[in-house]
């Protein structure tokens, strides 16, 4: 092994994943219940095209990573 | 007994071999000493030879002939240079040993030449230590035992060592697993004493001299050899090295005779079931964790884990005790840190891990070691310190779309030591780490749009029934409610405003300020009051909104009320401050419209309510 060689850790600490997990996906769920919510009362005409793929968005960025650490802290290394 | 005897033959060659015994007469062994360990089912052979050059030439090469019969078994062979004695012995590196086939020498035997890293002059002298593994030489005999009976085993090789160079003093030492020896042969100079048979000092041996002994003795030992192991060592840059072992074991010792009786076993284990495989360590790197042990149908329990700061020890036992010539096949998995292993060097990262089984005294005839890299590794290579069949190919795991690139080493006869580490070195970017939780993304989002499409579109396929035309209307009907809802809130954030103005008033005396917010107020409640009313008339006429038009009528006014009201007070405060009135002057002044105030509020606010519950 050379001697300049450096471990590579994890760009998060493992132990943060399951908190992290619990966190994004709960956060994540609030969105996308808001945008049902929007999307079940908001009448034809009055919805915002923008608005919903804003919210769909910032959801599916919060979900996505919020599933991505509960697979990690459930084991699932992918 | 026949099978043992057939190397016989190789002193019948005896003669030919000393014809040719002159072409490298040169190096003399002026002292070797042999130590056989027949302990477990791996036999080590660890020779020490004194080399002198006797001959004019300087010597760079030293040869070391094994016959065919344990050449095939040869696992592992390395020769080092050794300096000094007992604890200030020190060793070199590994030399290199090639496979050479010199002129002259018979065919029977397999030659390895050793490359001196410096060439011996003459006269001078060096010792080496040749250790040498083979796997297999140990024949159980009786091949087939009871269950009760010990297990004896044969091993024969030369009692003087087989060498191309004359040897001046020589001994052996055979050591064995249990004082317990069937027969050994007796030469001169023969002792035996505890579990070690000494053969010499022989003095002045010429090449190629090669009295045969034959020992058989007891080993209780378990032969346990796995016939294929599967290692797949998967990487996650996520934080973890996940190892999945797959086992195929056979017990290869004296085949059991007879039936087997889980009662006599269970009740004496030592005595009936000697030589029966009952459980297995395997040791594991430091911080080892979700470990498992299972095989085809389930969880196997009778597992036990130890750790500390240095080592994991897994203790495992196979669902039945395993006897000669029964198999079994299971697998264990483990996960471990990523710092550990993965380290980064010049651009590159590479994995280093250890390459044999973590299990002691288990023979591995055909070992593949697969080591799977994260999708997107490229400019793969691999540093062993031995040589290994490598090929690739491509797995198909979580959230991948081209596949991960797999590494596949494969090596037979293996034995504990090639648990050395090798390198797997690879070039990764760190972006290519963000492409599993951008796939997730991507697929919500995708779920996301998929709602918004399904709710803007219109499914109806009768677009003229009268059903659909009643819900269109209604749609509009909503729209416009939900737009004067809109409206009547940015309204009553403008009362908000005004009722603040006031209160900065009374604070700051700045009537100035809360003039201009009256201005801009009355501006925008104008604006509004203009918005509403192709709304309010739309909803009037809308046969649809009959329920609602009330609440709504009823809504305008309170509101219109509202706003007088609160002009009102808004004046009065203001003019009170002009005249420069007492602060309790204006309370009382203002009590009354304050009063019709709060309640209209109320009622607008309930108003809202009921109108949004429609």
């Given amino acids: 092994m050379a001697p300049s060689a450096k471990p590579i850790s994890s760009p998060v600490p493992d132990a943060w994943y399951p908190t992290l997990a619990v966190l994004l996906l709960a956060f994540g769920l609030v969105i996308t219940a808001s945008f049902f919510i929007y999307e079940a009362t908001s009448s034809r005409k009055n919805r915002n095209l923008a608005k919903e793929l804003t919210t769909g968005a910032v959801a599916s960025v919060f979900l996505g990573f919020g599933s991505l650490f509960l697979l990690l802290s459930s084991g699932v290394y992918v | ?614």
């Fill in chain 2, 1 to 614: 007994m026949k099978r043992l005897h057939s190397d016989l033959s190789l002193l019948f060659v005896l003669g030919f071999f000393t014809l040719f015994s002159n072409v490298c007469s040169d190096l003399v062994i002026s002292k070797l000493d042999r130590q056989i360990d027949l302990s477990s089912q791996i036999v080590r052979f660890t020779t020490s030879l004194k080399v002198e050059n006797n001959g004019a030439e300087a010597v760079s090469k030293v040869l070391l002939p094994y016959p065919e019969s344990q050449a095939k078994n040869l696992a592992f062979l390395s020769v080092t240079i050794t300096e000094g004695k007992g604890k200030t012995k020190t060793s070199s590196d590994r030399l290199y040993v090639d496979v050479s086939h010199p002129e002259g020498m018979p065919p029977s035997l397999t030659w390895y030449a050793v490359s001196l890293p410096k060439e011996v002059s003459k006269g001078g002298s060096l010792t080496l230590e040749v250790k040498a593994v083979f796997t297999h030489l140990l024949t159980p005999f009786p091949e087939k035992i009871t269950q009760a009976d010990a297990q004896l085993v044969a091993f024969q090789d030369s009692a003087h060592y087989l060498s191309p160079y004359a040897v001046k003093i020589q001994s052996l030492t055979v050591k064995l697993p249990e004082p317990k020896v069937e027969s050994y042969t007796r030469l001169e100079n023969t002792k035996f004493s505890g579990s070690e048979i000494k053969y010499g000092p022989y003095e002045n041996i010429p090449p190629f001299s090669l009295p045969t002994i034959v020992v058989h003795f007891v080993s209780n030992k378990p032969f346990s050899v796995a016939q294929e192991l599967v290692r797949e060592i998967e990487i996650s840059h996520w934080g973890n090295v996940q190892v999945t072992e797959n086992y195929n074991l056979v017990h290869a010792g004296a085949e059991l005779k007879g039936e087997f009786s889980r009662l006599d076993y269970q009740a004496r284990p030592h005595v009936r079931g000697a030589s029966a495989l009952s459980s297995l360590v395997a040791r594991l790197p430091a911080r080892a964790h979700s470990i498992y042990y299972r095989d085809e149908i389930g969880n196997i329990s009778t597992s036990n884990v130890y750790s500390d700061s240095a080592k994991t020890l897994l203790e495992i036992e196979p669902r039945y005790p395993m006897f000669g010539g029964w198999r079994t096949a299971f697998t264990i998995g483990y996960g471990l840190p990523l710092q550990d292993f993965l380290f980064k060097s010049e651009g590159k990262r590479f994995l280093d891990i250890t390459f044999g089984c973590p299990m002691n005294d288990i023979v591995i005839e055909n070992l593949i070691v697969k080591v799977v890299l994260p999708e997107g590794s490229n400019d793969i290579s691999v540093v062993a310190p031995f040589s290994i069949k490598e090929t690739r190919e491509t797995k198909l795991s979580h959230l991948d779309i081209a596949g991960r690139p797999v590494i596949v080493l494969e090596k037979t006869n293996v034995v504990p030591e090639h648990n050395q580490n090798f390198q797997v070195y690879y070039r990764f970017s760190s972006f290519s780490l963000l492409r599993e939780p951008l796939m997730l993304v991507f697929g919500f989002f995708l779920f996301f749009i998929a709602c918004i499409a399904y709710v803007h579109a219109d499914f109806t396929i009768s677009k003229s029934s009268p059903s659909y035309i009643a819900k269109l209307q209604w749609d509009e009907v909503q729209t416009a409610i939900q737009q004067f809802q809109n409206i009547m809130n940015r309204v009553l954030v403008i009362h908000n405003k005004l009722e603040a103005s006031l209160r900065d008033l009374s604070r700051t005396g700045d009537v100035q300020a809360c003039k201009a917010a009256r201005k801009t107020a009355d501006a925008f409640l104008k604006e509004l009051t203009k918005e509403s009313k192709p709304l309010l008339s739309f909803l009037q006429s809308s046969p649809q909104a009959l329920q609602i038009t009330p609440k709504v009528d009823e809504l305008v006014i309170k509101e219109r009320e509202l706003q007088e009201k609160l002009m009102l007070k808004h004046s009065m405060v203001v003019d009170s401050y002009e005249k420069k009135s007492g602060g309790r002057d204006i309370d009382n002044r203002v009590a009354a419209v304050q009063q019709k105030i709060t309640l209209l509020r109320q009622e607008v606010d309930d108003l809202l309510e009921v109108i949004d519950e429609i």
